[in-house]
């Protein structure tokens, strides 16, 4: 498959990228695109056949039925890294193998109701949580240890935005193609 065609399977709405300023009006935007996650996710994959949600978006890529696991998996993993971001000063983060949790049992198997349900309640928190940061609370920090680099929970408010637009996009390409 050509280099280009690839990244764009890969990446469908783009990397993400960094604001030079992440004002108020951008962390506003962000934190509702947060929050309206689980909803827009739930109008594309309600009504999806269990053939459809074991189909991979790409070839070589995650099921549909994957990726919705993994967006639990990984913004549960987001929240935690908040509130320990909030409550230890600059904690090392737990690094989670993403590749390995998409392989497990229950993100290949198992129905997505139960994910969809828990992800609304759990971008309810994350939204409320991320509604009453401070300029304080915003700038604080945590070590990745996969980049050795500190991040700021202001930064992580827009990737985890994008992270979300990201898949649920790999979501309605594959739909478009398919034409479901």
């Known amino acids: 498959m050509e280099d280009s065609v690839?990244?764009?399977?890969?990446?469908?709405?783009?990397?993400?990228?960094?604001p030079e300023l992440y004002s108020n009006n951008y962390l506003s935007e962000k934190i509702a695109e947060i929050s309206s996650f689980p909803e827009r996710l739930k109008k594309e994959v309600i009504y999806l056949t269990d053939y459809q949600l074991d189909t991979p978006y790409r070839q070589d890529g995650w099921t549909i039925r994957q990726?919705?696991?993994?967006?639990?998996?990984?913004?549960?993993?987001?929240?935690?890294?908040?509130?320990?971001?909030?409550?230890?000063?600059?904690p090392v983060i737990k690094f989670y193998h993403e590749d390995r949790w998409a392989e497990m049992h229950d993100?290949?198997?198992?129905?997505?109701?139960?994910?969809?349900?828990?992800?609304?309640?759990?971008?309810?928190?994350?939204?409320?949580?991320?509604?009453?940061?401070?300029?304080?609370?915003?700038?604080?920090?945590?070590?990745?240890?996969?980049?050795?680099?500190?991040?700021?929970?202001?930064?992580?408010?827009?990737?985890?935005?994008?992270?979300?637009?990201?898949?649920?996009a790999h979501i309605t390409e594959l739909k478009k193609k398919k034409g479901w």
Not at 71 to 88: P, Q
Not at 127 to 148: C, G, Q, R
Request: charged share 20%.
């Open 6 to 18: 690839l990244e764009k399977l890969r990446y469908p709405i783009g990397k993400f990228i960094a």
């Open 107 to 168: 993100n290949i198997t198992m129905r997505i109701q139960p994910t969809l349900s828990f992800l609304e309640g759990l971008h309810y928190r994350l939204a409320y949580l991320m509604k009453s940061l401070n300029v304080a609370d915003l700038e604080k920090t945590f070590i990745h240890p996969e980049h050795n680099n500190e991040f700021k929970i202001k930064e992580i408010i827009g990737n985890y935005a994008w992270h979300g637009n990201h898949h649920l």
């Open 67 to 90: 990726v919705i696991h993994h967006c639990a998996d990984s913004h549960m993993n987001c929240f935690i890294r908040i509130k320990w971001t909030l409550t230890e000063d600059k």
